[in-house]
């Protein structure tokens, strides 16, 4: 039998069907053989009626207190409300319908308020079902949305917001009568061209100068091919000047090797600071 289904079948409860649907969720989980034993709990809940019969009548026979059925009515309760036996008490229907009573009247006595009826129908008074967060199971039962209505939304990104886009056809890269670099730079040059020649008509020819006549040296280099050689080491000249503080700047040939680490500084020795020291359930029964 599916969830509930009972809960639409049974006539007369003293509350809406949709409140006691969220107590009997939170009070047996819609088991109709369900037992809570009160400072204590079964290893497993029973199957059927047989294995319900069998373990309440073992623990009024040890003295335990217990609640049974769908909504959980005490066993000093079952008399009262017409529950006068365990096997009517197993059955559904009177089981929800006593259920109902009390939590009605626990509505009457908390003028009208569900939180504490609730706690009332836990309890027996208007704090405990908070302080066990019994009233927070049944809010929270009424709060969920049922799995099979729950509609297929897509899932979040987190992260950095996505840029805005526009279609393509809205950003040709290529459009008509447009040049590209090659013919726009072969537009301006064939342009520039008649000016050019013009301005080189008009302008009187330079007098020829002599050229000065070659070293007998640079004409055998031009007539072999020149063979690289190792630059000669020269002395390093000492400066007798005291270094100066700044930022020493990287060599040309050295960019490559220096792109990993920061810019270092040079600073003289007399100048350096001296190194710096190291920092450092059980549900409470109750009865009307």
Same mark, same amino acid.
């Given at each position: 039998?599916?969830?509930?289904?009972?809960?639409?079948?049974?006539?007369?409860?003293?509350?809406?069907?949709?409140?006691?649907?969220?107590?009997?969720?939170?009070?047996?989980?819609?088991?109709?053989?369900?037992?809570?034993?009160?400072?204590?709990?079964?290893?497993?809940?029973?199957?059927?009626?047989?294995?319900?019969?069998?373990?309440?009548?073992?623990?009024?026979?040890?003295?335990?207190?217990?609640?049974?059925?769908?909504?959980?009515?005490?066993?000093?309760?079952?008399?009262?409300?017409?529950?006068?036996?365990?096997?009517?008490?197993?059955?559904?229907?009177?089981?929800?319908?006593?259920?109902?009573?009390?939590?009605?009247?626990?509505?009457?006595?908390?003028?009208?308020?569900?939180?504490?009826?609730?706690?009332?129908?836990?309890?027996?008074?208007?704090?405990?079902?908070?302080?066990?967060?019994?009233?927070?199971?049944?809010?929270?039962?009424?709060?969920?949305?049922?799995?099979?209505?729950?509609?297929?939304?897509?899932?979040?990104?987190?992260?950095?917001?996505?840029?805005?886009?526009?279609?393509?056809?809205?950003?040709?890269?290529?459009?008509?009568?447009?040049?590209?670099?090659?013919?726009?730079?072969?537009?301006?040059?064939?342009?520039?061209?008649?000016?050019?020649?013009?301005? =080189?008509?008009?302008? +009187?020819? &330079?007098?020829? @100068? #002599?050229?000065? $006549?070659? *070293?007998?040296?640079?004409?055998? /280099? !031009? %007539?072999?091919?020149?063979?690289?050689?190792?630059?000669?080491?020269?002395?390093?000249?000492? =400066?007798?000047?005291? +270094?100066? &503080?700044?930022? @020493? #700047?990287?060599? $040309?040939? *050295?960019?490559?090797?220096?792109? /990993? !680490? %920061?810019?270092?500084?040079?600073?003289?020795?007399?100048?350096?600071?001296?190194?710096?020291?190291?920092?450092?359930?059980?549900?409470?029964?109750? @009865?009307?």
């Amino acid at each position: 039998m599916l969830p509930g289904i009972e809960l639409m079948s049974c006539p007369s409860l003293a509350v809406p069907h949709e409140v006691m649907h969220h107590v009997v969720s939170v009070e047996s989980s819609y088991n109709p053989y369900a037992i809570g034993v009160v400072g204590g709990r079964l290893v497993r809940q029973p199957r059927n009626l047989s294995e319900a019969l069998a373990t309440v009548r073992m623990l009024e026979g040890k003295g335990y207190n217990f609640s049974l059925g769908l909504a959980q009515v005490n066993r000093y309760n079952l008399a009262k409300y017409g529950l006068d036996s365990y096997e009517k008490a197993f059955e559904a229907c009177p089981n929800l319908q006593a259920g109902s009573r009390i939590l009605a009247e626990c509505y009457g006595r908390s003028s009208g308020d569900w939180g504490k009826s609730f706690s009332c129908y836990y309890s027996g008074n208007f704090v405990t079902g908070f302080r066990h967060g019994y009233v927070q199971k049944v809010y929270a039962s009424m709060g969920a949305k049922p799995a099979a209505a729950a509609d297929d939304q897509a899932i979040a990104v987190v992260g950095k917001a996505s840029r805005k886009t526009m279609p393509v056809s809205r950003m040709p890269l290529y459009t008509a009568g447009r040049q590209s670099g090659p013919q726009r730079l072969a537009s301006v040059t064939a342009a520039a061209s008649p000016m050019a020649a013009r301005i =080189s008509m008009a302008a +009187p020819a &330079p007098a020829p @100068v #002599a050229a000065p $006549m070659a *070293a007998p040296v640079v004409a055998m /280099a !031009s %007539a072999a091919p020149v063979q690289n050689s190792p630059a000669p080491s020269l002395p390093v000249q000492v =400066s007798t000047f005291p +270094p100066q &503080p700044g930022t @020493v #700047a990287p060599m $040309m040939g *050295a960019v490559t090797a220096q792109q /990993a !680490s %920061a810019p270092v500084k040079l600073q003289p020795m007399a100048d350096a600071p001296a190194p710096a020291s190291e920092q450092s359930q059980g549900d409470q029964a109750f @009865v009307f």
